[in-house]
């Protein structure tokens, strides 16, 4: 019963919505930009559910993001969105519900267009000396987690590879003022300075 009220409800909040989510990064230093389609609807007859041994309950099969990839996306019965690796290991918890899932897709479309920052240190050192970010608990959870200020985006999310699991800080500014504010964090960190640097 909790599997059909699932599959029911996912079905009429979130059937038929489909975006385009844009991603930026700086990769050896030359900016890389995607773009990846999600839809939100399942298989209908052919979706397919399984039983969760570890966490109680079900989870079923979504069409989710439009990419040639080995793993599934999938919905499970206590809200999560999850995913399975390979397509038959056991089900991993990747956001805690939808919205958190849509919020967040949100917010990285939106910094698509801002300057993104080298990936790793010394940039999530320099992110230490920022002032103003404040949590976006919508668009957050444990393995993610999304911090603004007026200029400045960072998002902090953990990599999905068991054998060397890691946080990543990914960066983002606006503006000149933005720009400023990370340039000076990161002469701050590179230097060992302590003290904050505020937004202009």
């Not at 040639?68 to 056991?90: A, E, F, M, W, Y």
Request: charged share 25%.
């Amino acid at each position: 019963m909790d599997l059909i009220i699932r599959l029911e409800g996912f079905e009429q909040r979130f059937g038929g919505l489909r975006y385009v989510v844009r991603h930026s990064r700086l990769i050896g230093g030359e900016r890389y930009e995607a773009a990846r389609e999600w839809e939100y609807n399942h298989l209908g007859v052919r979706t397919a559910a399984r039983q969760d041994p570890r966490r109680g309950g079900w989870y079923f099969e979504w069409i989710g993001e439009h990419v040639s990839k080995p793993c599934r996306d999938l919905i499970h019965t206590d809200g999560s969105v999850g995913t399975d690796i390979n397509g038959s290991s056991p089900y991993l918890p990747l956001a805690p519900s939808v919205p958190h899932l849509i919020e967040s897709h949100a917010l990285a479309d939106n910094v698509a267009a801002w300057r993104p920052w080298p990936v790793g240190n010394p940039t999530a050192d320099a992110v230490a000396l920022l002032d103003g970010l404040v949590d976006v608990p919508e668009a957050s959870w444990g393995s993610s987690r999304w911090r603004l200020s007026d200029s400045v985006a960072v998002m902090d999310e953990d990599t999905w590879d068991s054998q060397d699991p890691r946080r990543r800080t990914l960066v983002w500014s606006r503006d000149e003022a933005g720009h400023r504010q990370m340039r000076e964090a990161l002469d701050a960190s590179r230097s060992g300075a302590g003290g904050t640097t505020g937004a202009s």
